[in-house]
């Protein structure tokens, strides 16, 4: 399928292990989607080149094994700040349009439900283990029956995560604490502190956010342990809020 792509993202042709997109709009955008045939994996060093395109990475694991095929979709839209609502209503629209493309694992980007904006605000929407935005990945997941995941911010306990959260669509629910804030970041959420792989009904995948992947032990510590590596990330945006 055709997929508009940012300024810069020449990696598409790189390996058909790999996807992502780097979209800077949702207006018009669609998930990129690819079918993970069976292949020889490309190393997870290649994506360290990513850093700074603000994208969701998909990545093949273990080095060099041959895998089974995995039908995956990356979705790229920039959400309105605090505007959970909104942010929302567009996820699901993309999310049921991979779904009918054949996903069966379907990736949003890290803060997609509130926006990812420097703010005092920024810690006051995280939410609680009921709270709405993990209603609606519920409800989703099971509606359309795919594995369902991205990050946003958790409350847990005193203390406020970045949290990756996969859905399967029988509820089963996996999270992922940010173990490498940038910098600043760590004005707002807490540090995860251990990897986690999701046995899922996709296979056995792990899970990284953004920044994560600057460090390369956070990747090499689900080497040769997991079917797939999926990241979760977004450039935030500068402004008044």
């Known amino acids: 399928m055709p997929v508009r792509v940012g300024a810069g993202c020449t990696w598409e042709r790189v390996a058909p292990a790999m996807a992502w997109n780097c979209g800077r709009s949702a207006r018009g955008y669609k998930p990129l989607l690819r079918q993970a045939a069976p292949t020889i994996s490309w190393p997870v060093a290649d994506f360290g080149k990513a850093l700074g395109l603000g994208l ?70 995280a939410e609680g283990p009921e709270g709405p935005t993990l209603r609606w990945m519920k409800r989703l997941s099971a509606d359309l029956g795919v594995v369902l995941g991205g ?36 004005l707002y959420f807490s540090p995860g502190r251990r990897p986690l792989i999701a046995a899922t009904s996709a296979g056995r995948i792990g899970l990284l956010t953004c920044w994560d992947i600057a460090h390369w032990g956070a990747a090499a510590s689900y080497r040769g342990n997991v079917d797939a590596l999926l990241v979760s990330s977004a450039p935030p945006r500068f402004h008044r809020a």
């Open 56 to 125: 969701t990475t998909f990545a093949r694991l273990p080095f060099w094994t041959i895998l089974a095929p995995m039908r995956l979709a990356a979705v790229q839209f920039f959400a309105t700040p605090f505007a959970l609502e909104r942010n929302l209503h567009t996820a699901e629209r993309l999310v049921r349009d991979a779904a009918e493309q054949g996903a069966a694992v379907v990736v949003l980007p890290e803060m997609y439900n509130t926006g990812y904006a420097y703010s005092s605000r920024l810690a006051a929407s």
């Open 151 to 186: 990050a946003l911010l958790l409350a847990q306990g005193r203390r406020v995560r970045n949290v990756f959260v996969l859905m399967e669509p029988d509820g089963a629910m996996h999270q992922y604490a940010k173990r490498h804030p940038f910098v600043w970041e760590r």
